[in-house]
């Protein structure tokens, strides 16, 4: 099996879930973040890292989560961490890391950013306290000196933006030919 149809069947299955209280599903979400990081013209790489940030979501089995939501194992911030470690088969740290610091990035932005904090849906809030708060200005010089820092910082944004139930974003066959062009050989 391809990446391509890994990562397929995962958003075909999976990604029919609940996401976690908001109005759409988990797979329609990482759509919307992968079509916004499009429009915005974001390079190959980061497009590919806001579609799949979520991944480590999808990779859960339903049981671990208590139900049929991704919701209490992976809400804490690692679902992050490990929907990198399984893409890192594939693709390289211009795709992986990204995804690997979203969460962190969420951290970073209610330390650095007034106002940032109010922008967050009620169920992000909440998974905010089990991913450690906003971070300490030590956290945050130490984030911000990580190559990735900005790329995450910019999934992390559309991460917060993709949960619009009037969005119908590309389908999953609209990326796979840039996940495609994205795998290492």
Request: proline share 7%; with cysteine; net charge negative.
């Amino acid at each position: 099996m391809t990446a391509t149809e890994a990562i397929g069947e995962l958003f075909a299955g999976p990604g029919a879930r609940d996401y976690l209280g908001d109005p759409v599903t988990i797979g329609t979400h990482m759509l919307q973040a992968g079509g916004l990081a499009e429009a915005a013209g974001a390079g190959a790489a980061l497009v590919a890292a806001a579609l799949l940030h979520d991944i480590g979501h999808l990779r859960q089995p339903s049981g671990r989560t208590g139900g049929s939501s991704p919701r209490a194992s992976t809400a804490d911030g690692r679902h992050g961490e490990a929907g990198a470690a399984w893409l890192s088969q594939w693709f390289g740290e211009a795709v992986t890391e990204p995804v690997r610091l979203h969460v962190p990035a969420k951290r970073y932005l209610c330390a650095v950013e007034t106002g940032y904090f109010g922008l967050l849906s009620e169920e992000s809030v909440r998974t905010l306290a089990r991913q450690g708060g906003p971070m300490t200005p030590a956290e945050a010089a130490a984030f911000e000196a990580l190559p990735y820092a900005g790329d995450a910082v910019s999934v992390r944004r559309w991460d917060d933006e993709a949960k619009d139930p009037a969005v119908t974003p590309p389908g999953f066959t609209h990326f796979a030919p840039l996940l495609e062009a994205l795998v290492r050989a």
